[in-house]
């Protein structure tokens, strides 16, 4: 019986292939503008392998993601009441 020792995080980016399908959570990130930021995290955790180490570029992220989660919230509020004020 052979026993297997899980892998720890890979958090080297993949290189997505013709047939594959883009995480869903990929594109989320993507439409959010924030993949640059992203990628900044990714590669930070790939060089060091403690996040620690890595709190720029997480802040950098949090504060991207925080700036479109708010854009957005804007944008839904403008359209309910565009949505409103047409009935």
Request: with cysteine.
């Amino acid at each position: 019986m052979s026993t297997s020792v899980p892998q720890g995080h890979n958090w080297t980016r993949q290189v997505k292939k013709d047939d594959e399908e883009e995480d869903p959570l990929d594109q989320l990130i993507t439409r959010s503008g924030c993949a640059a930021s992203h990628f900044a995290v990714q590669e930070c955790m790939a060089q060091h392998q403690d996040w620690r180490r890595c709190q720029p570029q997480v802040q950098a992220f949090r504060d991207c993601m925080s700036a479109q989660q708010a854009r957005r919230r804007e944008e839904l509020q403008r359209r309910k009441e565009q949505a409103s004020a047409q009935h």
